[in-house]
């Protein structure tokens, strides 16, 4: 060991090393990558190896990790590099998730909390604004956490009813091909919203809670010409909704109320998707107090590890494809101007 160097090695039995690590040591290579040669990790113990302030560093990013573990929370590739990068404040904040309970689930007997900083950066803004956008891929946890504060809300008296709504957009099978009737065909597209009350609360009381009009899961149009007051609306699948719809959406808050749209701008199914209504409000009403955006991206999906991956190369494909339509819209470009480059000479430009 060179001179200065220092040595701290701490035992991480009874810790599952790939939950830490992460598959294939994708964890330890990030870490790998900020602290070189650093980190040594031989069964059941970690080996740190530097100076003393580099060695404190990575002993409360390990211990960090560690407790989020603990916690049974699966690290992302985000959680590890804000650990990283985000100093002792990020750390204590990371180690503090675990007490961030948005809504405690009596049917499941266990809390619902983030599970990321973003996450949380998410969840507080829903408390502190009135209009809270959430943009980003699907298993980000927009929707999921956005009913869980809505549940929250109602429970401690601030609100009298949640309504969530989506908008009805044909994904290349028209309603004609589904069976029954309207409701019965509108039904398959709200689905994944009563799967989360009733994962939360269960179909029982869900159901009650709907017949008695607290709960209401109906399609975007059913919302026109109403005032929504004292009131958790949400707005789900925000993408699909045209610049009026958005519009429509919007001016139904009344007094006491909030609206958490979500969406994700690389999923538009309209047939023009600059015409996203989720797009368009980007641009109109970013700054406005009151309202706030929450970006989330692939490294922010809470779900199986595979869906990262998943969804970061369809971007890259999706990323290509636009990068070779720019080069052939080049190409063509340059085919049509005349040999000379003296284009417009005869109009006498």
Partial sequence: MK?????????VD?????????????????????FPRSIIVRGGEITLTGDSEQIDRLTDIFETLISLVENERKLSRRDVLDVISGGKEVSVRMKELEKSTVFYSSRRRKG????????????DAIEKFDIVFAIGPAGTGKTFL???SALAALKR????????????????????????????????????IFDSFS?????????????????????????????FENAFVILDEAQNTTVMQMKMFLTRLGVNSKAIVNGDITQIDLANSSNSGLVIVKTIL???????FVFFSEEDVVRHSLVRRIISAFSMIESGRAEL?????????????????NAGSETGE
């Fill in 112 to 123: 619902i909390a983030p599970r990321s900083i973003l996450q949380k950066k998410y969840v």
């Fill in 146 to 148: 956005a009913i869980a």
């Fill in 3 to 11: 001179k200065g160097m220092k040595k701290r090695v701490f035992s």
């Fill in 325 to 341: 339509s720019l080069k052939r819209d080049t190409a063509d470009s340059g085919r049509n101007e005349p040999e000379n480059g």
């Fill in 14 to 34: 009874g810790i599952d090393m790939i939950d830490l690590l992460g598959v294939n040591d994708v964890n330890l290579r990030l870490l790998d990558k900020s």
């Fill in 286 to 292: 970013d700054g406005i107090e009151g309202v706030k």
């Fill in 199 to 227: 994962y939360m609360i269960g179909k029982q009381k869900m159901q009650h809670m709907i017949d008695n009009g607290i709960i209401e899961i109906a399609p975007l149009a059913y919302m026109r010409g109403r005032t």
């Fill in 157 to 192: 008296g601030e609100i009298e009813t949640i309504f969530v709504s989506r908008p009805v957009v044909e994904t290349g099978e028209s309603l004609g091909f589904l069976p029954g009737d309207l409701q019965e065909k509108i039904d398959p597209y709200l689905r994944p």
